[in-house]
């Protein structure tokens, strides 16, 4: 029996979660947010379920709200925020990197889905911009192009295969430039949205 309770104790440790639901579009949905500690990660995401009558609910989204894993020399990042307007959800990803933590990917990304009548989703849009290690540390993957403008066709190819890797990796269209800075800065502003919605509360 002890060993039940201990058990259980754990796994209450490892993961809590609290839920709520909302309606958009008059469909219902279950938003289930999960916090856990397992080894060296710790973090919450959360998961949007479809509710249907006489259905069991399906989950249709997950979003990773925060996770660090690693050690304090050496750090991997990443943060989430969603918000809802109208029949429009908007996820927002930041991923970071601390310390000696040169392989671990800098970036953003934004997508925006719009929830259908029957509740399903259609993705209206997914950009990301990523640097899959620190300036320097990329093997020659071409990820150096993005600080440097290629200068032949074997260059611009290298970039291609980088660029053509993060979008199947992340499920996003890679974007550069200003438009680069322009992402970056809009996930920072929803995250300080949320830090701030959390404070009052």
Same mark, same amino acid.
């Given at each position: 029996m002890?060993?039940?309770?201990?058990?259980?104790?754990l796994f209450s440790q490892l993961f809590s979660a609290s839920t709520e639901e909302i309606i958009i579009n008059k469909q219902t949905f279950s938003v289930v947010k999960?916090?856990?500690?397992?080894y060296d990660s710790k973090g919450q995401y959360v998961k949007f379920y479809r509710v249907a009558k006489d259905e069991k609910p399906t989950s249709i989204l997950r979003l990773t709200l925060t996770d660090a894993t690693g050690n304090c020399a050496s750090r991997s990042l990443q943060d989430g925020a969603y918000e809802i307007e109208g029949? *429009?959800? *908007?996820?927002? *990803?930041?991923?970071?990197?601390?310390g000696k933590a040169y392989l671990e990917p800098y970036g953003a990304k934004i997508q925006k889905y719009d929830v259908q009548?029957?509740?399903?989703?259609?993705?209206?849009?997914?950009?990301?911009?990523?640097?899959? *290690?620190?300036?320097?540390?990329?093997?020659?993957?071409g990820m150096e192009y993005l600080f440097h403008a290629?200068?032949?066709?074997?260059?611009?190819?290298?970039?291609?295969?980088?660029? !053509?890797?993060?979008?199947?990796?992340?499920?996003?269209?890679?974007?550069?430039? !200003?438009e680069r800075k322009k992402l970056i800065k809009?996930?920072?502003k929803a995250l300080k949205r949320k830090i701030k919605l959390q404070w009052k509360h």
């Open positions: 002890r060993q039940i309770f201990m058990l259980a104790l999960k916090s856990y500690d397992i029949n *429009t959800i *908007t996820l927002y *990803t930041l991923w970071n990197r601390r009548s029957d509740g399903s989703l259609k993705e209206l849009s997914s950009y990301v911009y990523i640097e899959e *290690t620190r300036k320097k540390h990329d093997d020659g993957s290629p200068k032949n066709k074997q260059e611009e190819d290298k970039l291609k295969e980088y660029v !053509d890797e993060v979008e199947e990796k992340y499920h996003g269209k890679f974007i550069f430039g !200003d809009e996930v920072k």
